[in-house]
């Protein structure tokens, strides 16, 4: 248990300042959907899922070569120095060449009034990318604190220059007569509209570089060629599986685009973008337990109880994320003001994406296996195989019913490259996974969410009441399950 309370530790530092700046920046989803059309916001939906796929390209793998070949060579400066140095210049390069044909690429995407938008896109793109290595170097070195206090800030500042741009400079300019007017009026254009979203991006990304600047100074100059060389192969198919992987996030937004008639298509990617977001919580989570298991399942992978600890950390987290399927679902009714009521429409999508993230951050977990092992190479097949899968059904399904269709996609998706991945992992890191226990959450969960569905109770207070007595029978039934071990983790506290 002592790894276990040593990893829940970090995904609490690490997450709990994420989640608190998530659910902050997840405040500015009503401001957008309540402000927006559904058409406006999902035209900053279309180009937020190509920013998914750039990063992509623009990190290369280089966060996971940090973390592996600082195990392998002696002098983890020059990794570091190397891959940062590697990661700025080709980030450098890509605003050259993005600025050259900001045109050429609106027109592309079916904005080609707003070259002006791809300009910023790479100035976000390439600060995060550059970001993103001495970010890994913190998580590396266990500099959590440091890590989620910089991430938080981010989020802060990306939340503040919103509020400044879409509410206080359009309150301001509605009165020229005010003291403030003179201030904004070089600042502010309302013809902006939904450009602000990507302004505030820039200045957010541009002050987290420049906070990141003393670790980027740290790295020093130092780069060697030799071994950038050993680097790239491993890193390359991570990039094919991180775009496959991509393919499977964020696709779906942009094929409504060219799958829909023109009339309906923006609405659709909007609020099916909109609705995407209320499985945040679950969402973030992952995203919380990836940045501390990564580094610490390198760090402990040579210890002899690995694979049990490893057994343990998956049932835990399986059992967290149905936790909040549950507490999203069973309190809907009131999770739903979050996004305006025209977006009302697409929540029927809720429960299938919650199910999908789910299984995405059991991928994620079971993903250490090609990683350990350097087969990176089958990491890029699995999701490759799960970028097939999307593509197929979103093709033939979106014509069909919409959006509904991105969401079953998006399940069946990530379902399949986690099975996979399990049958490909026992041969590499064989483990003993506790399937009777998962098997019955999973089945305790839905059975809850379905009995939660066929209440036709008046009262909303009433109503919510019950719910919360469902989740708290899922609680009560998990501890009477996993009584061992928790009286094993108040005897480590003592």
């Known amino acids: 248990m002592k790894p276990l309370k040593d990893l829940a530790g970090q995904t609490i530092v690490y997450g709990l300042p994420n989640i608190i700046g998530r659910l902050l920046s997840y405040l500015l989803v009503p401001l957008y959907t309540y ?40 002098d983890k400066k020059k990794v570091y120095s190397t891959t940062l140095l590697s990661v700025a210049s080709t980030s450098v390069l890509f605003i050259l060449l993005i600025v050259a044909y900001s045109q050429t690429i609106a027109g592309w995407l079916h904005l080609p009034t707003h070259p002006e938008y791809i300009i910023w896109l790479a100035l976000i793109l390439s600060a995060d990318a550059i970001c993103a290595i001495p970010f890994a170097k913190l998580r590396q070195l266990n500099k959590a604190r440091r890590f989620a206090t910089i991430k938080m800030l981010n989020i802060i500042i990306y939340i503040l220059s919103n509020l400044f741009f879409l509410l206080l400079c359009p309150a301001i300019y509605k009165h020229p007569d005010s003291l403030f007017y003179s201030f904004i009026q070089p600042i502010y254009n309302p013809n902006i509209g939904i450009g602000y979203i990507l302004i505030s991006n820039v200045i957010a990304s541009v002050a987290t570089l420049l906070m990141l600047l003393p ?32 393919v499977n996030e964020t696709l779906d937004r942009i094929l409504l685009q060219y799958l829909l008639p023109a009339d309906v298509s923006w609405q659709q990617a909007g609020i099916y973008s909109a609705c995407y977001k209320v499985p945040m919580i679950i969402t973030m989570f992952v995203q919380a337990f990836k940045y501390a298991a990564e580094p610490y399942f390198f760090a402990t992978a040579k210890e002899k ?168 029978l899922f609680i009560a039934v998990v501890y009477f399950m996993e009584k061992p071990s928790f009286i094993l983790l108040k005897e480590l506290k003592k």
């Open 35 to 74: 402000i927006f059309a559904t058409g406006e916001y999902g035209k900053i939906s279309f180009l937020y899922a190509y920013i998914s796929f750039v990063n992509i390209v623009l990190t290369y793998g280089m966060e996971t070569s940090l973390f592996n070949f600082s195990r392998l060579e002696e």
């Open 215 to 246: 670790d980027i100074v740290k790295a020093g100059i130092k780069f060697d060629s030799v071994l950038w060389k050993k680097m790239m192969p491993y890193a390359i198919p991570l990039v094919f599986a991180g775009l496959a992987g991509m």
């Open 305 to 472: 109880d690995f694979t049990k600890t490893y057994a343990d950390i998956i049932k835990y987290f399986i059992i967290v994320c149905l936790l909040i399927f549950l507490g999203t679902m069973l309190n809907i009714s009131w999770i739903k003001y979050f996004i305006g009521p025209r977006y009302w429409s697409g929540l029927q999508v809720v429960p299938i994406l919650l199910m999908a993230n789910l299984c995405l951050g059991v991928f994620y977990t079971l993903s250490i296996w090609y990683k350990l092992s350097h087969k990176t190479l089958y990491g890029a097949y699995l999701t490759t195989i799960g970028a097939i899968i999307t593509i197929v059904l979103d093709v033939y399904w979106i014509p069909r019913i919409g959006y509904i269709g991105c969401a079953w996609a998006t399940l069946i998706c990530y379902a399949s490259i986690m099975v996979l991945s399990y049958f490909m992992s026992r041969k590499q890191l064989p483990v003993k996974y506790d399937f009777f226990h998962i098997s019955v959450y999973f089945a305790l969960s839905l059975i809850l969410y379905f009995l939660s569905t066929q209440l036709n109770i008046p009262s909303k207070i009433l109503n919510l009441v019950i719910n919360n007595s469902l989740i708290l």
